[in-house]
């Protein structure tokens, strides 16, 4: 079992420029969340989704959208990404709300 | 993660006791986690408490919980080189968003 894997790892995008990024779980668990990570902030949640077919909003959705394309997959998108989004976006995924989370190892986004 | 406060720096002798503190003002909290986060690397769960026990032991690690004072600890003892990394508590409310709210994690630094 690879757990939750995340492409890419790092990239590097200019001020409106657009990026996906990807997530996956092979635990067939049932809800997935993306955070961000900023300098001496713990993790703020951005959207999850506590099952497939159902997202919602989480602390900071400002600027980002998301998509459960399957049980597996869980993207997260910046359609015009500014500097205030630089950060590490973490993946994660559990059984259910109440249950374990388990991260991936994360991507570092810079923005120009 | 202003809900759940923690210090942000702790440092010990090998083979010492290390006990990290965090504060939380969701009384409705269900579960509190510690999570451990290493350089460069995702987070991965320590530990956690459901917020009927007082104390949990696993291990090195002992975590303990006042719910009157919503105050949660995490004690590891004999720390170890290795033990040096960030670590974030986390609450689940049980009411209202069915995600954590993380602290802005301690970074406990072990001295040979």
């Known amino acids: 079992n690879a757990g939750v894997t995340q492409t890419p790892k790092f990239q590097v995008l200019k001020t409106g420029q657009s990026m996906t990024l990807q997530c996956a779980q092979d635990m067939n668990h049932n809800s997935m969340y993306w955070y961000r990570q900023d300098p001496g902030m713990g993790l703020r949640l951005i959207y999850y989704s506590a099952s497939e077919g159902t997202t919602d909003k989480g602390e900071v959705p400002n600027g980002y959208n998301v998509s459960r394309l399957n049980k597996r997959e869980f993207s997260l998108r910046l359609e015009s990404a500014a500097p205030s989004q630089t950060s590490v976006y973490f993946c994660a995924s559990s059984e259910g709300w109440e249950r374990e989370q388990f991260f991936g190892p994360g991507t570092r986004l810079t923005v120009l | 993660g202003e809900d759940v406060e923690q210090s942000l720096f702790l440092s010990v002798r090998e083979g010492d006791s290390s006990v990290i503190n965090c504060t939380y003002t969701?009384?409705?909290?269900?579960?509190l986690y510690w999570y451990k986060q290493e350089p460069g690397a995702g987070l991965q769960l320590l530990t956690y408490i459901f917020s009927n026990m007082d104390m949990k032991q696993d291990q090195r690690l002992t975590v303990l919980l006042n719910k009157k004072d919503k105050h949660l600890s995490l004690r590891i003892a004999d720390t170890q080189t290795g033990d040096s990394a960030i670590y974030f508590c986390?609450?689940?409310?049980?009411?209202?968003?069915?995600?954590?709210?993380f602290g802005s994690g301690t970074r406990l630094q072990v001295q040979p």
């Open positions: 986390a609450e689940m409310r049980g009411t209202g968003r069915r995600a954590l709210t």
């Open positions: 969701d009384s409705s909290s269900t579960y």
